[in-house]
Each structure stands twice: as C-alpha cells, then as structure tokens.
C-alpha cells in the first residue's frame, strides 16, 4: 500500500502539473498573441499620443503594426505544426522558447559584440540554459519552480554586489541604488554605457574605464514597465573638488557634481571644472611705449566664483552676459567647493563643447589665463622702461610693479567675473631683456641705446652733484675747524692773561701747539683712509715735537 499510496500521489502530482502547463500554454500563446497583435499597437499609439509624437505617429504605428504581424506570425507558428503534426502539441511551448533564445542571442550579439566581449555570450548561455532546465524538467512548473528561483537568486546577488562595488554619493538613496544595479547588470549583458572617471588635474580629459554605447537606451521605447527606466545609464565619478559639464550631442545638458552621478542617451561629459584656486605662471613678449621689446613673466590666482554677490555686482555681470542672470547665489552649496551651476555653465560657453580633435580644445582655465596675459600686454604697452622701476606718479612707498598688478586686475576682472571666474591675483613678477643681441630687432636696439644713455646721462649728474656736495661739506668743515681753532686759542691766550699778564711769550706758543694737536685728533677721524690718518698724526706730531723742542729745549727733561 505505501509504494502504491506513492505512486498514486505522484501520478496525481503529475497530471496537477500536465494541468498547469496545459493551461499556462494556452494562457502564454494566446495572451502573447493578443498583447503583439493589438495590445502592444495600443500601447504604443497612447504613448506615443502623450509625448507629442503626433507627427511621426502615423509612419511609426504602421512599422509597429507591420511588425506585430510578423511577430504574430512567429509566434502562431508552433501551434501551425501542431494542426498537422498532433505529436508536436507538448512542444510547441519548448519552440517558442527557442525563438526567444534564438532572438535574444542576435539581439544581444549585435548590441554587446563591440564593448562586451565574451560577457554577452556567458550571460545568454547561463539564463538560457536556466530557462531550458526547469522546461525540461517540468515544462511550465519546471520554469517556475527551479528556473526563476535561480534567476532570482543571480540578480539578487548581482544587486548586493553593485551596492559594494559601484561608487556612490547618497548610499541610502533607492533610486541610486536601481542605477547602480543596472549598471553592473548591463555590464554583466555586455550592453553597459560607458563609466568615466575624471583626473586630478583640469588640464586632463577624463578618463573612460569602461567604454560602451551611449547613443541608445531602452528608456524611448514604449514598452510596459520597463520603458520607466533607464536600464542601462552610464555613470560618472567626479572628485570633491570637481564639477562637469555634461553633453548631449553638439548641445549643453547640464553641470553636475562633484561625486557620483549618471548620464543618459547621447550625454557624455565634456569639460571638468576644478574649483580650487587655480596658479598660473608663463612667460609672454610684451612692447613697453616707447617701443622696447621684452619678456615678463605673469603669474597669476584665479577659480570658479564662490561669491555671493551683492546688487551692483550681479548687474554689471548680468549686462557683460545674459546667461548669469539669476546666478546671484550658490546653487551647490554642499561640501568643501561651494558652486553656481550658473557660472560654470557661462565659463563653458567661451570654450565651446568637445570636438572630434582634443588637441584643438581651448579648457577654461587655459581661456582665463589668455585673459589676464591680454591685458598684461596692453597695461605695459602704456608704460615707459622707467615706469618699471619708478610709477609715472612717484609716491611715498609705492612701488612699480604693485601698481601694473593693482591695473591689470581691475581691467582683467570684470571680463573674467561675467563668465563666473573669480580673479584673485594677477601680476607680473619678473621681466627681462633678450641676451642674444641677433634676436633683437633695429629698434629695439636703438631704443634700447637711448634709454641707455639717457640713464648714463642721469647716472653722470647725480654723481657731479654728489661730489660738488660733498666739496662744498669739506670746506664749510675745515672753516668750521679753523674757526674752532683760533677761537680755542683766543680763549686760552684770554685765560693767560687772567693769570698772569706778564707771562712770557712761549707760555702763548706752548697753548698754541696743544690746541693744534687737539684739533689734529679730532680731525683725523673724518672721513679718511685709516693709514693716510696715521701719516699726518705722525708728520703733525713730529713738527710740533720741534716746535716744541726749539721754544723748550728743557722740558722734556724736566719730565
């Protein structure tokens, strides 16, 4: 009784589940039969109807029609063979499966073939040989029972894995999530749009790591649930400091960043903007006024404007550029690089959009340099040679170069601020003259050797003054001395006399001789080469000793 008892509830089992397929057949034929004969055509002609498509609804619903036929035809042709073939009738669901696979596999061959390698083909013979598993195992039941729970199990897992993998800027947010998910499947598919990453520097064109196809997607198809989304975005990893501007075509899309985010058909990015304060140094020729060529080198500090700005400054800059009306304030004000979407976008209209030749792109930052070492030519062509060292309006502290930097940031600024540049610094730091004479042209020679000899001619009056002056000083200090002196000696004969007045005349030389030699001391330390001051002190010394020797032949002895 329990082998018969078993084998009845397996034979029960089985014609439950002969039951279940036999109905699933019918229900899978003639409800794919109706949803691509007429449903599809329906939806297709409401969808269309809602995205004002009127205009090409026409020609497409007669292709869409055209193709539900044969669809239908394709579909209906199993249940064909079984009208003269009856023994085929547990297999046409097995045949339909087949077409699928068969479509699919040219399907996905012909979109994943370029950028998917081999991907494309592992993925169509694992779902596939999944799907004909559980349809060989128990048809309908088998599909429901092993094949779905396996698939289910794959994406569930390729979904955990995309969240660790993938890069992200809002972790808990769900749609952020489905894109990643989409992403890593697409690619799994071999049929992924492409992933970029940017560089460190703004000078770099950013860096594809995946390629893929962006000029297509799922989301313009009407097709029921899936047509919602976007099943296969490309994605795009900017740094902190890093905003980008994304393209659609030849035409502007949108500026986006910093972080993660993602792109759709056509749109790719196009140029990054580092919002870091950017230094600039280069060396330009530059023509002084009176025609003297040479080289300065600029150097200069400038980023993205991160300013609000007040009422004045937003009106100026909104009448330089009309694109900066409304871009008063920040529109990304999350992170460390605060930013005006505004802004960025008027700085990307003096570049333009990507070209077939990179070589041929002028960046931004490159746009802004070209800027200031303009208007470094045009403030040094107004100056003299002489207003490099010395300002037309010398003052008190000034100095040259301060004043060349303070007027080529107020004439650069404006025109950099109405593209959302900020200038921060800009100045020349040095300049310098060619050393190869061959490389300088007539004139500059010429200008060259008068500003020369003018300087020559300068150089010459200030030292023929300089010497006057200091022949002039000379003698009002040896006047100045002569006139100590014999004051000295008139006040020492005065003493004398209030002494003694019949004192004997070498009393009076003797007072004589000493203030000399005082007078001798204090002198020699004036302006004198230390050995020509010894050589007097001891000529001096010497005659006094015999002046003295002759009006006191005895006092050295009574010493």
């Keep these: 009784m329990g082998t018969l008892g078993m084998t009845g509830l397996i034979a029960v089992a089985l014609n439950v589940f002969d039951i279940i397929n036999n109905a699933l057949d019918v229900i899978f034929f003639w409800g794919g039969l109706i949803f691509i004969i007429t449903g599809y055509p329906i939806y297709f002609i409401i969808s269309s109807a809602r995205k004002n498509y009127l205009g090409d609804m026409i020609r497409q619903t007669l292709i869409v029609l055209l193709l539900a ?53 592992f993925s169509w013979l694992g779902h596939f040989g999944i799907v004909f598993l559980g349809l060989f195992i128990g048809r309908w039941v088998g599909i429901l029972l092993i094949s779905l729970p396996l698939l289910w199990a794959y994406y569930i897992s390729l979904y955990n894995l995309a969240i660790i993998t993938l890069p992200t800027s809002n972790p808990d947010d769900r749609k952020e999530k489905r894109k990643r998910f989409f992403i890593l499947a697409s690619y799994a598919w071999g049929i992924q749009s492409p992933i970029y990453a940017t560089e460190n520097n703004a000078w770099k064109k950013i860096d594809e790591r995946i390629p893929g196809d962006f000029s297509w997607d799922f989301s313009d198809l009407p097709i029921p649930l899936l047509g919602k989304f ?31 985010f993602f792109v759709g058909k056509l749109e790719r990015p196009d140029q990054v903007f580092d919002l870091r304060l950017q230094l600039r140094t280069n060396e330009i020729d530059v023509v002084s006024k009176d025609g003297v060529g040479f080289k300065v080198r600029v150097f200069t ?173 000379q003698q009002e200090a040896r006047a100045y001395a002569e006139a100590v002196m014999l004051n000295s000696i008139a006040e020492g004969l005065q003493k004398t006399k209030e002494i003694n007045p019949r004192l004997p005349p070498y009393v009076i030389a003797m007072r004589f001789l000493s203030t000399l030699q005082d007078h001798l001391h204090a002198q020699s330390s004036d302006g004198e080469d230390e050995s020509e001051q010894t050589k007097k002190i001891k000529e001096l010394h010497n005659a006094i000793m015999e002046w003295q020797e002759q009006f006191f032949p005895n006092s050295g002895k009574e010493k």
């Excluded at 061959?109 to 390698?117: D, S, T, Y």
């Excluded at 931004?364 to 300002?391: F, G, T, Y």
């Design 230 to 260: 976007d099943l296969r975005p490309g994605l795009v990893w900017a740094r902190s400091h890093q905003a980008v501007a994304v393209s659609g075509g030849t035409t502007f899309k949108r500026v986006d960043g910093p972080g993660v």
């Design 301 to 473: 500090a400038f980023r993205m404007d991160n300013e609000e700005w007040t009422d004045e400054t937003h009106e100026k800059v909104r009448a330089a550029n009309s694109l900066l009306r409304g871009g008063r304030k920040l529109t990304q004000t999350k992170g460390s690089f605060p930013y005006s979407h505004l802004r960025v976008q008027a700085a990307l209209s003096t570049t333009g959009t990507k070209a077939a030749d990179n070589r041929s792109i002028v960046y931004w930052d490159q746009w802004a340099l070209s800027i200031i070492e303009d208007h470094a030519r045009k403030v040094i062509s107004q100056k003299d040679l002489n207003e490099l060292w010395r300002p037309a309006k010398d003052q008190k502290f000034s100095n040259a170069l301060d004043i060349i930097a303070n007027e080529i940031r107020e004439n650069a600024s404006l025109t950099l601020r109405s593209v959302g540049i900020l200038l921060v610094v800009a100045r020349v730091v040095n300049f310098h003259f060619p050393l190869n004479k061959e490389n300088v042209d007539e004139i500059s020679k010429q200008q060259l050797s008068t500003w020369a000899s003018e300087w020559e001619r300068k150089r010459s009056e200030i030292l023929a003054k300089a010497h006057a002056k200091a022949e002039h000083a």
């Design 69 to 121: 036929f044969v669809l239908g035809l394709v579909w209906g042709l199993p249940q064909l063979l079984v009208i003269n073939h009856p023994e085929l009738s547990r297999r046409t669901t097995v045949i339909r499966w087949g077409e699928i696979a068969l479509v699919m596999f040219f399907l996905i061959r012909f979109f994943g073939k370029e950028h998917g390698k081999k991907r494309w083909l």
